[in-house]
């Protein structure tokens, strides 16, 4: 099954055929083998059958723009309220790459999570009160990035974006780069309004009946197998304290369901997601296709068992699958992702100057893991202190070395496959965080040996302990003389 999938995208991808129907995303043999096994326990993470997968309600509903009310198009409200629910992805209009493409585009920036819908008036009220406004990003059209509203067979219902609340790139001008890292753009994309519009109490109550808020943010991250008192500390914090791991003021960064407040993982930049072989900073999952980006996204919308060989996060009650992305909206946004290349940088500096740039790289043996054109072989490293056994399952994409860089993310989370992925170079200069916690904020720190000391207070993400620590790993070109490290510089901008 799993190879009539790839043989089926790889015609979409390169024929321009039309294409109908998406494959089937969550199939049994291509769940298989898919996921990385975890380094301490030597297992891959469960998974939902795809019987389990499919019994649930599908969803593909087109969403509308939440607008500011005084940006709002005439007669936008009525004519909003007589809509009826249609769906986002229609594969009857669908007749080539293209068009699957473009409508992947489309998804992407305007599907919307199930988990985050509300259709109770005190939503809906909130979300065209203009207080509630204040402070939030508008996009040049007058419209908030990140709240959708949608029609379904309940009627009208405010929602969050799936994608694009996250992957988006803010620019100055108040456009924005969809797909993009996150990154700190002022005023920032906010939520609207207080906690109630946060949708956050309907996700824990759906995700996680039966828990205090407490309790379901314990459950996300706890790893019996490298415990981590402060995550069982959870338990017993109050609102406010858990609240606070989250609110570190970087939206560059998040804590991922299986990660770890104290390791979280930065915000990617998904241009360069063809240029992988894996998925996530970890490398949880393979990457060969578009297929691939589609069972991810379904894993990380409602497929999660949370169960890793004996350990169960999940109560019986919570270990459900409540609902499931259309196959051709998940499809088409895998492809969509995959067609992406990162954008050039406009003003790359002199020729001399790059050249004698592209000589420090090479020289510096850069090009062994971010071998050109695609500035990464798509490999894994190690994370310290691990060694993976000579028959692991991925060791033809294991790179025998580490970088040094804090192990933490890929040792002590459910999340902990012992790799870390290595990056393409490719659009590094426009990319606002770099390393995986995105504790470096710019190519400048990232070569300056100053930051190794603890007294240093990393130009991006700080953590919830505090300013000052020093950034391990990465020591190569640390210790380059001023002209060296210029011209290395300008040539990383420059790919």
């Known amino acids: 099954m799993a190879l009539k999938l790839g043989i089926l995208a790889l015609c979409l991808c390169n024929t321009g055929l039309a294409q109908s129907a998406a494959p089937r995303v969550w199939n049994d043999g291509a769940l298989k083998d898919w996921a990385t096994p975890i380094a301490a326990l030597g297992v891959r993470p469960g998974s939902f059958s795809e019987q389990d997968y499919y019994a649930s309600p599908e969803d593909n509903y087109q969403t509308y723009p939440v607008y500011h009310p005084a940006r709002e198009p005439k007669g936008y409200w009525n004519w909003l309220r007589k809509q009826k629910p249609k769906p986002l992805v229609d594969t009857s209009v669908l007749r080539s790459r293209q068009d699957w493409v473009q409508a992947g585009a489309r998804a992407f920036r305007e599907f919307d999570d199930a988990f985050l819908r509300s259709g109770d008036p005190k939503h809906i009220a909130m979300a065209r009160d203009p207080a509630n406004f204040k402070g939030v990003h508008l996009t040049p059209q007058g419209h908030v990035l990140d709240r959708r509203?949608?029609?379904?067979?309940?009627?009208?219902?405010?929602?969050?974006?799936?994608?694009?609340?996250?992957?988006?790139?803010?620019?100055?001008?108040?456009?924005?780069?969809?797909?993009?890292?996150?990154?700190?753009?002022?005023?920032?994309?906010?939520?609207?309004?207080?906690?109630?519009?946060?949708?956050?109490?309907?996700?824990?109550?759906?995700?996680?009946?039966?828990?205090?808020?407490?309790?379901?943010?314990?459950?996300?991250?706890?790893?019996?197998?490298?415990?981590?008192?402060?995550?069982?500390?959870?338990?017993?914090?109050?609102?406010?304290?858990?609240?606070?791991?989250f609110n570190s003021g970087d939206i560059t960064v998040f804590a991922r369901f299986n990660g770890s407040p104290w390791y979280q993982t930065r915000i990617p930049d998904l241009h360069t997601l063809r240029y992988s072989r894996y998925i996530d900073a970890t490398g949880t999952h393979r990457l060969s296709g578009p297929e691939d980006v589609a069972r991810y996204a379904a894993l990380v919308l409602s497929a999660d068992t949370m169960s890793f060989g004996s350990h169960q996060f999940l109560t019986d009650r919570q270990r459900k699958v409540l609902y499931h992305a259309a196959d051709e909206v998940l499809f088409a946004i895998g492809l969509y992702l995959m067609s992406l290349e990162p954008r050039r940088n406009p003003d790359p500096g002199p020729a001399a100057q790059l050249a004698a740039g592209r000589e420090v790289f090479n020289r510096n043996g850069c090009q062994g893991c971010h071998p050109p054109p695609d500035y990464t072989s798509g490999k894994l490293t190690l994370a310290a202190g691990f060694t993976p056994d000579e028959a692991h399952p991925d060791r033809g994409n294991i790179v025998r070395v580490t970088v040094g860089t804090d192990p933490g993310l890929a040792m002590r989370t459910r999340k902990g496959t012992g790799f870390y992925k290595i990056p393409s170079l490719r659009g590094v200069w426009y990319r606002p965080r770099l390393l995986h916690d995105g504790s470096v904020a710019s190519l400048e720190e990232m070569f300056n040996p100053a930051r190794l000391r603890p007294d240093h207070v990393p130009g991006g993400w700080k953590g919830p302990e505090g300013t000052n620590r020093g950034i391990p790993g990465h020591p190569f070109g640390l210790n380059l003389q001023a002209g060296e490290k210029a011209s290395l510089l300008a040539f990383l901008r420059s790919l």
């Not at 620019?171 to 700190?184: D, R, S, V, Y």
């Open 149 to 245: 509203w949608v029609i379904t067979p309940k009627g009208l219902e405010v929602s969050s974006t799936a994608c694009l609340g996250c992957h988006v790139k803010v620019e100055a001008n108040g456009g924005f780069q969809q797909a993009g890292p996150g990154n700190p753009f002022p005023p920032g994309i906010d939520d609207i309004g207080p906690k109630g519009t946060l949708l956050v109490d309907l996700l824990f109550e759906r995700l996680f009946p039966g828990d205090t808020f407490q309790a379901a943010n314990w459950r996300t991250f706890t790893t019996p197998w490298a415990a981590d008192p402060r995550v069982e500390r959870m338990k017993q914090m109050s609102v406010d304290e858990v609240n606070h791991l």
